[in-house]
């Protein structure tokens, strides 16, 4: 008995690819800002991708395959903190077009990154799902295996505590 990778048939695998391309930086993205490592968040993605690959053939709709991989990102960072337990690590540089305009923005991005690992995992998934991926309340229960209530309360909540993590300390 062999054990063989069961892959997309020949016609599917420009829908895969596309996927691949359309969405594999962004998820990457995704990923970087839940565990704080690139190069743990290019193989969250990829492992994510791979068994999207393998189960490519039985899907019954092949439109339900960016919710399905972008939860299967998801639910490989949360195995990876869990893992860990350690803090959050990278910080995203922006684009800069001065050096005063690189120090502002590199300090405010690194303050609003340091708050949302101050976060809860839950809330800071709600939040990334939400507003960086721009995902709607739905999309982002979805993702998040949850109700769209419970997602618009997390949300909710999430924006409370950020905005007190940032508060100016008096």
Not at 14 to 41: K, N, W
Not at 67 to 85: D, E, G, I, M, T
Request: hydrophobic share 40%.
């Amino acid at each position: 008995m062999t054990t063989e990778t069961t892959a997309p048939r020949r016609a599917d695998e420009g829908s895969f690819s596309s996927l691949y391309r359309e969405h594999a930086l962004g998820l990457t993205r995704m990923a970087f800002l839940m565990v704080g490592d690139r190069e743990a968040a290019q193989d969250v993605v990829q492992e994510a991708f791979l068994g999207l690959y393998r189960r490519w053939p039985s899907l019954r709709d092949p439109s339900k395959a960016l919710p399905y991989v972008r939860s299967a990102v998801l639910n490989r960072c949360r195995s990876l903190l869990r893992r860990r337990r350690l803090p959050f690590l990278g910080a995203l540089e922006p684009p800069v077009w001065s050096a005063e305009s690189e120090a502002i923005l590199g300090e405010d991005r690194r303050e609003v990154l340091a708050a949302l690992h101050r976060l809860a995992p839950r809330q800071r998934e709600a939040l990334v799902l939400r507003y960086f991926l721009d995902l709607s309340e739905e999309e982002t229960a979805t993702a998040m295996g949850i109700s769209r209530g419970t997602a618009k309360s997390t949300v909710s909540r999430a924006l409370a505590s950020l905005s007190r993590h940032l508060e100016p300390q008096r």
